[in-house]
C-alpha cells in the first residue's frame, strides 16, 4: 500500500492531467512504516523556546525612555509602547546566552568582494522640478523649513506620555 | 480558445501567435482585480497606464518584433518600490499622496522587457509584518480562503468560513499571483517576507542571493538583508523574471560585479549526483504534524529517486530570529529617519521648530509597529548597549552564516525545510498577538537565509487538512540560483501541487465557478 502511494507520486510521465493531491498518511505511518529506513527529518523538535532565559533586566528608566524619545523624534504613545520596548529587550538578551569569544562582527554578506568606485562624472541630474513636486512646503529651489536649532522641550513641558499621571 | 493561464510560457505562446492579444490579457486581468477587490491586494491599479503599455506591446507583436518572453505579461508591484508617476505608499500615512519620480530598477526592467504594470499591491506598513494585516489600507484575504478546497473542509454550513491571511509582509503580492489577476509579481524579502506568503497562498516564492538583485528604488528596510523577491505561479516563470531582473547595477553598490548569465532550466530526470540536507533545527517548536509529514514524504521522495538525503545541523538556528530583531530594528532606526516631511511624504502642520515639525510628522505618520521598531532600535544604538546588543548580534550572524559555510562545504548541494510553521490562520485569530510575536514566530524557518544571504524558494507542496496550501523550501549556495530553481522545478513536478478553484463573480455580475480558474476565456 505504502509503496504504491510513493510510486504514484514519482510517476513523471506528462499528461496526467488530473490535479493530484499529495496524499497525507497518518503520521505514525511516517515513523513506523515497515522496510522504510528512518526518514532523516527529526521525529521531535530539535530545540525549545526560552530554556536558559535570564533574569528579567531591570526596567528601563524614564530617562533612558525619555532620551529615545529625543533621539527617535518619535513618541510612545501609552503604556502599551513602553510596555513593547520591554519585551523587544528581553527577547533580545538571549543573544547573550551565544558564546561569541574570538569571532568577528559581519557587516555585510558580500564582505569578501571589492567594493568598487566609478569614475567621478555627472551622468544625471537637473531633475528639480520633479523632486520639488513632492515637498508640501517649498520656495523657489529651496524646502521650506521651520526654524532651526530649537531643541525640543524638557520632559515636563512636552506632551508626552512619559511625564505620568 | 481554453488558455491554461497556469504557466506564463503558455500565455506567451498564445501571445506569440495571435491566439490572445496584450490588450485582451490586460482587460481580463483588469476585469479580474475589479471581481477580487475583497481580497484588497492591489492599493493602485494603473488601469490607463496597464492598457496603453498593453497597446505598444500590440504593436509590437504585430511587427512581429516582441521584446521578449515578458513582452505583454501583467506584472504587479509590491508598493514599497518606486515607480514613476504612481503612488508608492509603503501602505503607510507617511507616504500616502507620494508620486515616486523615478522608476526602480527591478521595475524598469521589467517594462524595457514589455511587461505590463497592473498596480502596486497590498503590505504590511513599510514592509514590517508577517500577515499583510498592518497597513493603512486594510489587511490582505488569502485567495484561497474563497476556495472551494477550503470552503469543503471548514465545516461551516451557512456562515461564510473565517478568511484567512496571505502571510506576510508581500501578501498583496502573493494573492495577486494566486488569484490570478498577474502572471508574476514583485515582493521583497528581508526575513521571509516573500517566501511566507507564497507558502501560504500556494505560489512559487523565490528570494535570490543578496547582490543579485538591485535595490535601487525599494524602499529600505534593512540594508543588510534586503531583496528584491519574486513570487510566479511556477518555477519556470520565477526563472524567467529573474534572468531579466538580476545583473550588475551602477546605481546599486551592493550588486555583484559578476556577470550574469540568464538561463533556461534543463529538465532534471536523475537526481542521483544530488546531495539533500535536512537541517535538524528546522524541526522548531510549533511545527504543525502535518508540515512534518509533508516534509518527511519530501525527504523520502528525494531518497527513493536516488538522491543522497542526510540529516545536518545548523547550531545557531534557534538565535537567528533574535539575531534578526537586534539588526533589523536597529537598520530600521536608520533607515526611517529619512522620513521628516521636509522633502517628501506626509507633513505635519506644527511650525514651532524643526525638531517639533519632525517629531509631529513622525507622530503622525507611522504606525504603532513601525514607531516600535525605531524605538528598539535606537535602544540597541544606544552607546551604553552598543556593543552588548548591536556587536553581539552581528556576530552572532557570523555564527549563523559560518553554519551554513560548513554545511555546503561539507557536500551538500541544497537544504530541504519546511517554509512556515503552519498553514494559513484565520485573520481574527491572527490578530490576538501582536506584530513583533507574530514575526518572531513566523520568520523563524526563513530568516536564516537573509542573515546568510542565500537564495531560497518555496514551492507549494499540498494542501493540508484545511484545505489550504503548504509549502517547503529550498535553500541553496550564493549565487548558484540555477542549481536551486532545477532541483525546485524537479521537486514541483513531482508533487504537481492543485489548482485553486476559486469562486469568484464575475465583474459583469454573474456568477462563475471555474473549474479551470487559470482559462480566461
Known amino acids: 500500500m505504502r509503496a504504491l502511494y510513493l510510486g504514484r507520486w514519482l510517476r513523471t510521465a506528462p499528461g496526467a492531467a488530473r490535479s493530484r493531491r499529495l496524499p497525507l498518511p497518518p503520521a505514525r505511518a511516517v515513523l513506523t512504516a515497515p522496510g522504510a529506513s528512518p526518514a532523516p527529518v527529526p521525529p521531535r523538535p530539535a530545540w525549545r523556546h526560552g530554556e536558559q532565559r535570564p533574569p528579567p533586566q531591570h526596567k528601563v528608566t524614564v530617562e533612558v525612555l525619555d532620551h529615545l524619545e529625543r533621539l527617535a523624534l518619535v513618541d510612545f504613545r501609552d503604556a502599551e509602547g513602553v510596555e513593547r520596548l520591554q519585551k523587544a529587550i528581553q527577547f533580545a538578551d538571549q543573544l547573550h546566552e551565544v558564546n561569541t569569544d574570538g569571532v568577528e562582527p559581519m557587516d555585510s554578506v558580500l564582505e569578501d568582494r571589492c567594493l568598487y568606485l566609478r569614475e567621478d562624472d555627472v551622468t544625471e541630474g537637473n531633475c528639480t522640478n520633479e523632486l520639488l513636486k513632492n515637498a508640501r512646503e517649498k520656495v523657489e529651489e529651496y524646502f521650506v523649513a521651520p526654524p532651526g536649532n530649537i531643541p525640543l522641550p524638557k520632559l515636563e513641558e512636552r506632551d508626552t506620555f512619559l511625564q505620568g499621571p | ?521
Not at chain 2, 138 to 146: A, D, E, K, T
Not at chain 2, 207 to 235: E, F, Q, W
Not at chain 2, 405 to 424: E, N, R
Request: aromatic share 8%; with cysteine; hydrophobic share 35%.
Open chain 2, 1 to 521: 480558445a481554453a488558455l491554461k493561464g497556469e504557466l506564463r510560457f503558455q500565455v506567451s505562446v498564445a501571445l506569440k501567435e495571435g491566439r490572445v492579444t496584450p490588450t485582451e490579457l490586460c482587460q481580463r486581468c483588469l476585469s479580474l482585480i475589479k471581481s477580487t477587490k475583497f481580497l484588497n491586494a492591489y492599493i493602485t491599479v494603473a488601469e490607463e497606464t496597464a492598457l496603453k503599455q498593453a497597446e505598444e506591446s500590440e504593436k509590437r507583436y504585430r511587427r512581429g518584433q516582441p521584446l521578449g518572453v515578458l513582452d505583454g505579461i501583467p506584472v504587479a508591484v509590491k508598493d514599497n518600490f518606486n515607480t514613476a508617476g504612481i503612488e508608492t505608499t509603503c501602505a503607510s500615512n507617511m507616504l500616502k499622496g507620494y508620486i515616486s519620480p523615478y522608476n526602480a530598477t527591478v521595475v524598469q526592467k521589467l517594462l524595457d522587457q514589455g511587461a505590463v504594470l497592473l498596480g502596486k499591491t497590498n503590505l504590511d506598513e513599510f514592509a514590517m509584518g508577517s500577515g499583510s494585516t498592518d497597513g493603512i489600507f486594510g489587511p490582505v484575504r488569502n485567495p484561497w480562503s474563497y476556495s472551494r478546497q477550503y470552503k469543503e473542509k471548514s465545516h461551516s454550513e451557512d456562515k461564510e468560513p473565517n478568511w484567512v491571511i496571505t502571510g506576510g509582509s508581500s501578501g498583496g503580492s502573493a494573492a495577486a499571483v494566486s488569484s490570478f489577476t498577474c502572471f508574476a509579481a514583485l515582493g521583497s524579502d528581508t526575513g521571509g517576507s516573500t517566501r511566507n506568503p507564497a507558502a501560504h497562498c500556494g505560489v512559487v516564492g523565490l528570494k535570490p542571493t543578496y547582490g543579485l538583485i538591485s535595490r535601487h528604488g525599494l524602499i529600505p528596510l534593512v540594508n543588510s538583508m534586503d531583496v528584491p523577491g519574486i513570487l510566479a505561479r511556477c518555477v519556470d516563470d520565477a526563472s524567467v523574471v529573474l534572468g531579466s531582473l538580476a545583473g550588475h547595477d551602477p546605481k546599486d553598490s551592493t550588486t555583484i560585479q559578476d556577470n550574469f548569465k540568464p538561463f533556461e532550466l534543463p529538465n532534471l530526470t536523475d537526481v542521483s549526483q544530488l546531495s539533500i540536507g535536512i537541517p535538524k533545527e528546522y524541526h522548531a517548536p510549533g511545527l504543525s504534524s502535518e508540515i512534518l509529514a509533508l516534509w518527511s514524504k519530501a525527504a523520502d521522495l528525494f531518497k527513493n529517486a536516488g538522491a543522497k538525503v542526510i540529516e545536518v545541523s545548523l547550531p545557531h538556528t534557534r538565535y537567528s530570529i533574535v539575531c534578526y530583531h537586534v539588526l533589523c530594528t536597529a537598520e530600521v532606526a536608520s533607515n526611517m529617519a529619512r522620513f521628516d516631511g521636509l522633502e517628501y511624504g506626509h507633513r505635519s502642520d506644527m511650525k514651532k521648530s524643526t525638531e517639533s515639525m519632525y517629531a509631529a510628522t513622525r507622530r503622525e505618520g507611522f504606525n504603532d509597529v513601525v514607531r516600535g521598531r525605531i524605538l528598539s532600535g535606537n535602544y540597541f544604538l544606544l552607546k551604553q548597549n552598543y556593543e552588548n546588543y548591536f556587536i553581539k548580534a552581528q556576530k552572532v550572524r557570523r555564527l549563523i552564516a559560518n553554519d551554513f559555510v560548513k554545511v555546503f562545504g561539507s557536500g551538500v548541494d541544497i537544504l530541504l525545510t519546511p517554509t512556515t510553521l503552519s498553514d494559513a490562520v484565520p485573520y481574527v485569530e491572527f490578530i490576538k498577538e501582536d506584530n513583533r510575536t507574530r514575526s518572531a514566530q513566523d520568520d523563524i524557518l526563513t530568516q536564516a537565509a537573509n542573515m546568510a544571504g542565500l537564495p531560497a524558494i518555496n514551492v507549494p507542496t499540498g494542501l493540508s487538512e484545511r484545505g489550504l496550501p503548504v509549502g517547503l523550501q529550498f535553500i541553496g549556495r550564493s549565487f548558484h540560483e540555477k542549481q536551486l530553481l532545477t532541483v525546485a522545478k524537479w521537486f514541483e513536478k513531482q508533487v504537481k501541487f492543485p489548482m485553486i478553484q476559486l469562486e469568484v463573480k464575475r465583474h459583469d455580475h454573474s456568477a462563475c465557478h471555474n473549474q479551470k480558474s487559470a482559462s480566461f476565456s
